[in-house]
């Protein structure tokens, strides 16, 4: 299993980017793939998965209605469009995916990525 993310950057408070993760080494069209992030000093997150066996996507309070998730099953590529940025996304940034669309599932028997820096600033 091969995640590789891509995408991240420094962007001002306010701003918008798209983080992009190629998986490969799984059957796409039936596993779940996340983003979590961890900021310095703090613990790691979910922040959002989208199960592709039947749609279904979840996030973290914090970011609904700012950030997207989707899948493009035909490039094995999940996205995650993060509009509204906050100081406080500032963190790396990791993809993870799994054969069950759950956090807990994804964080603990996932297959991760090497992580993206996300730094937004003032």
């Known amino acids: 299993v091969q995640l590789v993310e891509s995408g991240g950057d420094l962007v001002q408070a306010g701003g918008s980017l798209r983080l992009s993760c190629l998986v490969s080494?799984?059957?796409?069209?039936?596993?779940?793939i996340g983003w979590f992030r961890q900021a310095p000093g703090k613990e790691r997150e979910g922040v959002a998965y989208?199960?592709?066996?039947?749609?279904?996507?979840e996030y973290t309070d914090s970011v609904k209605g700012r950030f997207t998730i989707s899948s493009d099953n035909a490039n094995n590529t999940v996205y995650l469009q993060m509009n509204s940025l906050k100081l406080e996304d500032t963190a790396v940034y990791y993809c993870?995916?799994?054969?069950?669309?759950?956090?807990?599932?994804?964080?603990?028997?996932?297959?991760w990525g090497q992580g993206t820096q996300v730094t937004v600033s003032s």
């Open positions: 989208i199960d592709n066996s039947d749609g279904k996507t």
């Open positions: 993870v995916t799994g054969q069950y669309g759950s956090f807990y599932y994804l964080e603990n028997y996932g297959s």
């Open positions: 080494g799984v059957f796409f069209d039936n596993y779940a």
